[in-house]
């Protein structure tokens, strides 16, 4: 059995591209830290799981270190979302960006590429996407590079769309261009931001002709509510490109598709939000959870397909989860907007046992904000941690902690670890009040038991929280007696 996320819950995989290498997914992503006050702080670690067991995921350990770069620099160490594609030599070419604290000088890089004769192995710093002269590509802007063997061309695409760029950052491009290549260098062109494609050379470096944008043309009036952002990804299935991002609205990933690579692109809609707006015709105001920033891709896994995405703790930006849903592709091509359970990748509904509280998919008092690159000021419901222990803190009046789904039928017992001050958990099943538990001042984990009688079905099980003071919670069992 598996759950959300879905990776150890010590772990913080964000920007996820999975992607499956013969009998297994692989995950490759950027790493952040538990409790971070930055994007990314640790070196990239990537984790897989047999295809017939989503269940167990590992890791060898370390894959690849940011002072491998020769652009590595106390300034310059942090290295954003990167993606992998099997080069047509049988290697691994892993190509991402190097940033700065909190994003600082990160649009300045090229797209560095490292390789390795395994998805998961020790990573070796290999060069820089360039020119046809050897010069770094800079001539737009290289961020979240995304990638893709089709049948044998290599198509790399990459970019963001800031409406402050060109104030804020294109002034500096002369200078940081200049630095990267050695010498001076012309203005940076009017066409800089957005989304754009590229084939690249045998030697996966060398571009083969100027890059093409992609993402001003997209099709769709609905498209101008959800236009591209960053974190480019793109998938083909049969004869349709996919092309996955994040919008502009910062929470979901979107989707376009098209029977061309580099143009013609129609919009599609949202597939998943990490705040589920959207879902159902869910407003912004009415969020489910804190939301941020979100990167993802699809991919089909056997028979099945799954969005991957990231969600947000420790009331930050910087700490961002793993998790995936399944999806449908429907026969028209379109994929409905998902809504963001506790399931995951499992095989099914949650059952009977002994969960971690941070499996919650919905986690909110009604208020919570949306906050992109910033840790709240504020205290709000969260996923924490201290020491060696991660639990659902900061949890005021009115607070909702929400799983989806359980399949029960029967009588359970419903125990939960709490600690904190004063208050009353009331206990729903589908928005059906089961029963209520009295929660006492306690500085440690107390357990407190409740009961739960239900006919078969599946349920969500939400905890709703009231009380003058603030709670944490660490774990609940559900045992049929």
């Not at 760029?165 to 010498?183: E, M, Q």
């Not at 571009?207 to 959800?226: N, T």
């Not at 739960?452 to 099980?461: C, R, S």
């Amino acid at each position: 059995m598996t759950y959300n996320p879905f990776l150890p819950i010590d772990t913080y995989i964000a920007d996820g591209e999975p992607h499956v290498f013969d009998d297994r997914v692989y995950l490759f992503g950027s790493h952040d830290k538990e409790a971070g006050d930055t994007f990314c702080m640790l070196s990239y670690e990537f984790f897989s799981a047999p295809v017939n067991d989503l269940g167990n995921w590992t890791s060898k350990g370390i894959n690849y270190e940011a002072r491998q770069d020769p652009l590595y620099s106390e300034e310059m160490r942090y290295m954003y979302a990167p993606d992998c594609v099997k080069g047509n030599d049988g290697r691994y070419y892993l190509y991402y960006c190097l940033s700065g604290y909190k994003g600082r000088g990160g649009y300045k890089n090229p797209i560095s590429v490292a390789v390795c004769d395994t998805p998961d192995g020790k990573y070796e710093y290999y060069g820089y996407v360039r020119k046809k002269d050897g010069s770094p590509y800079l001539d737009t802007l290289c961020f979240d590079p995304a990638v893709i063997n089709d049948d044998g061309i290599i198509r790399l695409y990459f970019g963001s769309d800031y409406p402050w760029f060109d104030s804020f950052v294109k002034p500096l491009r002369k200078w940081a261009i200049a630095k990267v290549v050695g010498r001076p260098t012309k203005e940076v062109p009017d066409e800089y931001t957005g989304s754009y494609h590229v084939e690249l050379s045998e030697d996966m470096l060398t571009i083969k002709d100027k890059p093409k944008r992609i993402d001003h043309e997209i099709k769709g009036e609905e498209y101008k509510k959800h236009q591209f952002f960053e974190g480019s990804s793109i998938r083909k299935i049969d004869d349709t490109y996919y092309f996955i991002y994040s919008s502009t609205n910062n929470h979901e990933l979107c989707y376009a598709t098209s029977k061309y690579p580099d143009r013609d692109f129609t919009y599609g809609g949202t597939i998943v939000s990490n705040g589920d707006i959207g879902y159902k015709g869910r407003k912004p105001k009415d969020r489910l959870n804190r939301t941020g920033t979100n990167h993802g891709s699809i991919e089909k896994i056997n028979d099945q397909y799954y969005v991957f995405y990231h969600r947000l703790t420790h009331n930050s930006d910087y700490s961002r989860q793993a998790c995936a849903e399944k999806i449908e592709i429907l026969p028209d091509g379109s994929i409905p907007q998902v809504e963001i359970t506790s399931c995951g990748l499992n095989d099914g509904y949650l059952k009977e046992g002994i969960y971690p509280s941070v499996i919650c998919c919905n986690l909110t008092n009604g208020k919570m904000k949306h906050g992109s690159n910033k840790k709240e000021t504020k205290e709000y419901p969260c996923i924490g941690s201290k020491d060696d222990e991660r639990f659902v803190k900061d949890i005021s009046d009115n607070t909702s902690i929400v799983y989806k789904y359980f399949e029960l039928d029967g009588s359970y017992y419903l125990k939960l670890l709490f600690k904190g001050d004063e208050g009353k958990i009331t206990v729903y099943l589908n928005d059906t009040l089961s029963s209520d538990v009295k929660l006492h001042p306690h500085n440690d984990w107390f357990e407190y038991i409740t009961t739960l009688k239900t006919e078969q079905g599946v349920y969500a099980l939400k905890l709703k929280y009231t009380g003058k003071g603030k709670a944490s919670f660490k774990q609940f069992e559900l045992k049929k007696f």
